[in-house]
């Protein structure tokens, strides 16, 4: 295909700074001007209004299960055996896998979200949010940095107490789930995997897979009160129960999701909060009542997840063009939450937005299996930050922060901030208020 099949949008790098800083003005103009997109770089068809993301995402139409062997279709037949561990496991994730396969997964694998399952780490994550405060505002005093000490952190705590992981090993479980994000972030957008970061993340897999599997070995013998237990088949591998290195495949998958996406969801709500005082004024008055729409908009108006793959299982006439059966089609979540077709004034963070729901997690079957709990997690998080330190500034560049220099997943790196010196734990606050120091 070229550039024939467009006519309103010069082609652009989705892997170039420029993009990173323009994102919102392109997705603007492809709505506009060429909402069915043929992307040159990619090789792939740019869908970016709501009404066609939200339809076309139901149904058979599109599918994952390509989506893999099609990467690895451009890797040097030579070169495919030093992936081969890593595909080994990505491939088996429900995400990459179409029906009957995905409900098979997604069925056992919802016993992890069931809603008694999220009220039962509720307590748990107001817990960790005022230990890890805690600590953080003893080590630091006024000021530290959000993302580092709570947003990145916190999930990965959240993780390690549902799966029973003890909290030494943390630091570790943080490591995989950072390589793994490294390797899927490089995965989606590059044309042939990056070797470097391929290699860091085999070694992670590896780790990862010795230890759940020595983990899951002990909750059989030994069922724990956690969910990794839960999650182990009473029959594996009979009547489609899932067996343990199938259950063990799809944890790691769990914690790829379920650490990331909560951190970067955390990161740019509290941003658009502080860009909105007003806002986060009213949130810090009634959380009870407006933190879930101010999540909610973050998601939307901010997503952590910008867009999501599929290849066409059949032809799709679209725009008057023909997606052929095979092609590659990003559907831009981040696009179709700013349509003005959809949304009223859709680039403010407002708490009383009504009307259509943003598609941020995606939609059909391959929604997002964690959406629910996630936004528990952050809503969570945010009411135990405000309640702990309600006097929560920024101090960077609210025009200009430092996102995170991928097209796929969007967050901000770094969020230095203050609070108040009667915010401190007692002992710090006191030798704070007189002046005196260490």
């Known amino acids: 295909m070229s550039t024939e099949y467009n006519s309103g949008v010069a082609q652009f790098s989705v892997n170039a700074p420029e993009f990173e800083e323009d994102r919102y003005r392109i997705y603007r103009e492809l709505r506009e001007n060429e909402p069915l997109f043929?992307?040159?770089?990619?090789?792939?068809?740019?869908?970016?209004?709501?009404e066609d993301v939200s339809k076309l995402l139901v149904g058979e139409r599109f599918i994952t299960s390509r989506l893999v062997p099609a990467k690895m279709d451009l890797v040097p037949e030579a070169e495919r055996?030093?992936?081969?561990?890593?595909?080994?496991?990505?491939?088996?994730?429900?995400?990459?896998?179409?029906?009957?396969?995905?409900?098979?997964?997604?069925?056992?694998?919802?016993?992890?979200?069931l809603s008694a399952e999220i009220a039962l780490i509720q307590p748990e994550i107001a817990k960790i949010v005022s230990e890890q405060l805690d600590d953080v505002l003893l080590r630091n005093g006024t000021e530290f940095e959000f993302v580092a000490e709570v947003a990145h952190p916190i999930p990965a705590l959240v993780l390690c107490k549902m799966l029973g992981i003890p909290g030494d090993e943390v630091k570790r479980f943080i490591r995989w789930s950072d390589d793994i994000a490294d390797f899927m972030q490089d995965f989606v957008v590059s044309p042939v995997p990056d070797r470097e970061i391929s290699d860091r993340t085999r070694q992670s897999m590896r780790e990862i897979v010795s230890y759940l599997t020595d983990a899951i070995a002990e909750r059989r013998a030994t069922p724990r009160n956690d969910l990794l237990s839960r999650l182990i088949s009473e029959q594996p591998g009979e009547g489609g129960q899932l067996l343990d290195s199938e259950v063990m495949t799809q944890v790691i998958h769990?914690?790829?999701?379920?650490?990331?996406?909560?951190?970067f969801l955390l990161s740019n709500c509290l941003h658009l909060l502080f860009r909105t005082p007003d806002a986060l004024d009213a949130v810090r008055r009634v959380p009870e009542k407006l933190l879930t729409p101010a999540v909610e908009e973050a998601i939307r108006l901010e997503g952590p997840t910008q867009f999501i793959t599929r290849h066409a299982a059949e032809d799709v006439e679209l725009h008057g063009k023909t997606i052929k059966k095979g092609d590659s089609v990003y559907f831009y979540l981040g696009a179709a939450g700013r349509d003005p077709d959809a949304f009223d004034a859709p680039e403010a963070f407002r708490l009383d937005r009504s009307g259509r729901r943003h598609l941020g997690f995606g939609g059909g079957y391959h929604a997002c299996i964690a959406a629910a709990f996630s936004r528990v997690e952050v809503e969570e998080v945010l009411r135990g930050v405000l309640a702990r330190v309600p006097d929560i500034r920024p101090r960077y560049d609210l025009d200009g922060?430092?996102?995170?220099?991928?097209?796929?997943?969007?967050?901000i790196l770094d969020m230095p901030v203050s609070v108040a010196a009667s915010d401190v734990l007692p002992e710090t606050g006191a030798a704070l208020a007189t002046g005196a120091s260490e």
């Not at 043929?38 to 709501?50: K, M």
């Not at 561990?85 to 694998?109: C, E, F, K």
Request: proline share 6%; no cysteine.
């Open 38 to 50: 043929w992307h040159e770089e990619t090789q792939s068809w740019f869908i970016t209004r709501y």
């Open 81 to 113: 055996a030093e992936f081969s561990d890593i595909i080994d496991i990505i491939s088996t994730w429900m995400v990459y896998n179409d029906r009957p396969r995905h409900a098979q997964l997604r069925g056992h694998m919802n016993r992890a979200f």
């Open 254 to 263: 769990l914690i790829f999701g379920g650490h990331k996406i909560p951190q």
């Open 401 to 411: 922060p430092r996102w995170t220099s991928n097209p796929t997943f969007h967050g």
